[in-house]
């Protein structure tokens, strides 16, 4: 990927803020440059002198009383798109290049032409995702440790139905203009990730990344939209930004992903719960009242006992559910290939445990298990699990904190956590309805 070092004028040519007007005006001419930096002895950087600076100044006026003190600086190892994004928000035809405090280069906009016609989103006149993988794989390349911040807003659905796609338009260039006012263009990138998304990467570290993130959410819940009756409000997530030491010889795809899912599931569990609609009684279910009246109420699936054996090539998973004074037991075996191995086991044999609690013709499969932290530094075990019924199957995801270093126990209930509401609605196992 191209930096600024790769475009950069590197010889720079400067003015002493004491020199006279004349003498900048023939450093300009005779190097046919448009912009002069103006420093002490090459080292800070004061302020900067355009041709068109000169205009209406004696010859002997001082360098420092025509100067604009407005300038953009930036490092050498900053992407080229990056620096085009800086020069379209702030308007600036050059920007100067400093490193360690010296002044090491300067660019103008020709010399980053292509990268200032690049595609945007038009709404936002934000970059788009592609720019934003770009940026956190060379900062993950080079070493450097970022966290993602995913945004989503919430309801957005809703300002469209009810208020119409113009509206919603209005919601996506209002919460992008208070996220871009937001952020700092030295250490943050921010993007149109997809629909009502939006994404920053950031070299802030976890604990200033999540109270930037929450930051943005006030100033977005700030925003008044001419017409919209209701107030805007977004959900974000957080993820990365823990390493002490720089990354090294890091798989930056691998790791840029898992920094992306890690932030949404982070944004998901952060999301205001909806209220559960009531459900309908249905056919299947006429039969659970009766149940019921039995149990004293239609009890949830409980996480009974847990058992775990291992061998050095094999490991085994029993889980045993309960649900009134009745037990569902399943075993699952497999290699034994490490902590993830186990906890899928443990998710599968609760699967199995779940699917004896139901009719025959109800079952349910796991799709994916995996363990993560917290913004908060707490650990959480998700479980993806399909629920099986004769009208088709349907994919659910749920989510329970570790607690009391029990992950096993924590992916159960992640298991239990997904299926929940099916396992309510489902018609229950012959064996249930026939216990006294």
Known sequence: MKTIKDVMTPDVVW????????????????????ALPVVYSHDSVVGIVYCSSLLGHGLETPVMEIMSKEFTTVTPDMPVYQAADLMKSTGRSHILVVESGTLVGIVSRSDIIDELGRSYDTLTNLPL???????????????????????????FGRF????????????????????????????????????????????????????????????????????????????FGAAGGRRVDGRQDAHSAATLDDLITNASLNCTLSKPQK??????????????????????????????????????????????????????????????????????????????????????DHGVAIDEVSSFQTVDEREMVMAIATFVTPRGSTTHAGCAFVRRSDPYKAAAAAVLSALNRQIAAAPWAEIALSSE
């Not at 004349?22 to 440059?33: Q, T, V």
């Not at 119409?164 to 700092?184: E, P, T």
């Not at 993007?191 to 109270?211: K, P």
């Not at 959410?217 to 959900?235: D, Y």
């Open 160 to 235: 469209n139905k009810l208020y119409g796609h113009v509206m919603g338009d209005r919601v996506l260039q209002g919460v992008a203009d208070v996220l871009k006012a937001g952020v700092d263009p030295q250490r943050d990138f921010l993007v149109r990730y997809a629909g009502d998304e939006f994404a920053i990467g950031t070299y802030r570290l976890a604990t200033e990344a999540y109270e930037f993130g929450k930051q943005l959410m006030e100033g977005v819940r700030q925003i008044e939209i001419p017409g919209l009756p209701e107030h805007i409000s977004a959900t």
């Open 15 to 34: 003015v002493s803020p004491s020199a006279q007007a004349k003498s900048a005006m023939f450093l300009l001419k005779g190097h046919g440059i448009d």
């Open 275 to 360: 209220p559960e609609a009531p459900q309908e009684a249905t056919a299947a279910g006429d039969q659970q009242p009766a149940q019921a009246a039995k149990l004293g109420e239609r009890a949830r699936l409980k996480i009974q006992t847990i058992r775990l054996a291992t061998t050095a090539t094999e490991a085994t998973s029993e889980v045993i559910l309960s649900r009134g004074t009745e037990e569902f037991v399943h075993t699952v075996s497999g290699y034994s290939i490490g902590g993830r191995s186990m906890l899928r086991l443990v998710a599968e044999a609760t699967a199995g445990a779940v699917s004896k609690s139901l009719s025959s």
């Open 129 to 155: 995702q592609d720019a934003f993988r770009e940026w956190t794989m060379t900062a993950l390349e080079n070493g450097r440790e970022i966290s993602i911040l995913l945004i989503d807003l919430d309801q």
